[in-house]
């Protein structure tokens, strides 16, 4: 099995955390400030997907991912809660296993176990039950306004990338981190919070789509699963 460790976006996000562009010749696009603030575009961010005291209220998930890495078809389910999460990724009858439990974490594969580096644990400890909480309007000095495909954006960019927002929506449609391109293709409803439910990932030569089964909320899940 290949080593395959995709970040969550997650954040993108994720990247979830991240991936990486591809090398073709950007394209020019008019940019024109927005009259919104950073917080405005956060705050309906949170609004389109169901409200902040709803994505608060959530403090346990388990979602089950199918991805397409380059033909090869993999299961993924990831369990998280607070900053605490477990992925178990399996392809070709291999299991790889990534686990933190809110101040350490490992990788697994064939039995063997490799603790994160050390340089990974201060930005996982920030992590969130639901990722998009992780958004702080602090982080962004302004709001442009972008056309991708003839649609309005609104973006915010800072050191880590740019964060393009649907304007008619609220929801949020690409990130552009360091090399990389995360886009949400489509979103899913449960229990009234939307979460992304196709999303492509274009990185270093490897592209990856990603597929939402199954999404639980607040169900099941304790410092046990952590471990």
Do not use: H, W
Request: hydrophobic share 40%; with cysteine; proline share 3%.
């Amino acid at each position: 099995m290949k080593k395959i460790i995709i970040p969550f976006f997650c954040a993108v996000l994720f990247a979830v955390p991240a991936a990486a562009q591809t090398n073709a010749a950007p394209v020019k696009t008019e940019v024109v400030k927005s009259k919104l603030t950073p917080k405005d575009v956060i705050d309906n961010y949170f609004k389109a997907l169901g409200g902040k005291s709803k994505l608060e209220a959530v403090k346990s998930t388990v979602i089950d991912n199918t991805l397409n890495v380059q033909g090869m078809d993999i299961t993924m389910s990831t369990t998280k809660m607070g900053n605490k999460f477990k992925s178990v990724q399996t392809a070709m009858g291999q299991t790889v296993s990534q686990v933190f439990d809110g101040e350490k974490g490992y990788i697994e594969r064939a039995g063997q176990k490799t603790d994160f580096p050390a340089d990974n644990i201060a930005e996982l400890k920030k992590g969130t039950t639901i990722e998009a909480l992780a958004f702080d309007p602090s982080k962004f000095k302004d709001v442009t306004v972008e056309k991708l495909d003839s649609k309005d954006y609104n973006v915010l960019s800072s050191e880590k990338g740019k964060f393009y927002f649907d304007a008619a929506t609220g929801l949020l449609y690409q990130s552009s981190v360091g090399e990389g391109s995360v886009i949400v293709k489509n979103y899913m409803t449960v229990e009234g919070i939307k979460f992304p439910s196709e999303v492509d990932i274009d990185g270093k030569g490897q592209k990856v789509t990603i597929k939402t089964t199954k999404v639980v909320l607040n169900t099941g899940v304790s410092d046990a699963n952590f471990k």
